[in-house]
């Protein structure tokens, strides 16, 4: 099940995941970076211009409200950004995708592949961004001064629809520390181990490699 990634709860990458601003002092982990557009009842739109009440397209509940918006700045420390911080940039085509963005790296994102249904008998698998990194295409960045994070909270966990196909989960908008203490009963998603997630990457990335132009990931 869901669960809570990053030091505030001591916990290895690949025992939990994130659904929102999982953090420790001066910076956040999950969340989608600014500039960012989502499907909504009017059409793609930049995650930061979103507000409590606006309609969001959801993987498998149609339009949804949003129930709370939360922006906080990526990094706010007073040192340089540390690397553990830095978004995962894809350059376009990488691993099938047909246009280039940014993800943090413990955001946890949607991907539907043959590869997936192939290993687990289901096309959809999640799993947390960082599983990406090293993949052809795939590189760490580090932010800009005044990047910004994003966390779409819905009454009850959903699964978005981002453009160039990628999905991303968002959380319910219950009290995150409650979230995550309580996720055996709140979360209707399950995550792939960080080792799973990491041989989903490698298949997918030579399937990319063999077909190019067969994008992997879900419809935009």
């Known amino acids: 099940m869901l669960g809570w990634i990053g030091s505030i709860m001591e916990k290895p990458v690949g025992e939990a995941a994130p659904t929102g601003m999982a953090q420790e002092p001066g910076g956040v982990m999950a969340g989608l970076v600014s500039g960012t557009k989502v499907a909504t009842a009017t059409g793609w739109r930049p995650v930061e211009a979103l507000t409590s009440g606006d309609r969001i397209l959801t993987?498998?509940?149609?339009?949804?409200?949003?129930?709370?918006?939360?922006?906080?700045p990526l990094w706010n420390g007073n040192q340089a950004c540390p690397q553990k911080y830095w978004p995962l940039e894809l350059a376009?085509?990488?691993?099938?995708?047909?246009?280039?963005?940014s993800i943090l790296p413990h955001q946890v994102i949607m991907l539907e592949s043959d590869a997936a249904e192939a290993i687990w008998g289901d096309p959809f698998a999640l799993l947390l961004a960082v599983?990406?990194?090293?993949?052809?295409?795939?590189?760490?960045?580090?932010?800009?001064?005044?990047?910004?994070?994003?966390a779409l909270h819905f009454n009850e966990e959903q699964v978005v629809f981002a453009e160039?196909?990628?999905?991303?989960?968002?959380?319910?908008?219950?009290d995150l520390l409650d979230y995550a203490l309580n996720l055996q009963d709140a979360s209707a998603y399950t995550v792939l181990p960080i080792n799973e997630a990491r041989r989903l990457t490698t298949t997918l990335e030579a399937a990319a490699a063999f077909a190019p132009n067969d994008p992997i990931f879900a419809p935009a």
């Not at 376009?92 to 963005?101: I, P, V």
């Not at 599983?131 to 994003?150: C, H, K, Q, T, Y």
């Not at 160039?164 to 219950?174: A, E, K, Q």
């Open 59 to 72: 993987f498998d509940n149609g339009l949804q409200p949003l129930s709370c918006v939360r922006r906080q």
């Open 131 to 150: 599983a990406l990194d090293g993949a052809d295409g795939v590189s760490r960045v580090p932010p800009a001064p005044d990047a910004e994070v994003i």
């Open 164 to 174: 160039h196909g990628l999905m991303f989960l968002c959380p319910s908008s219950h």
């Open 92 to 101: 376009r085509g990488a691993l099938g995708t047909r246009g280039a963005f």
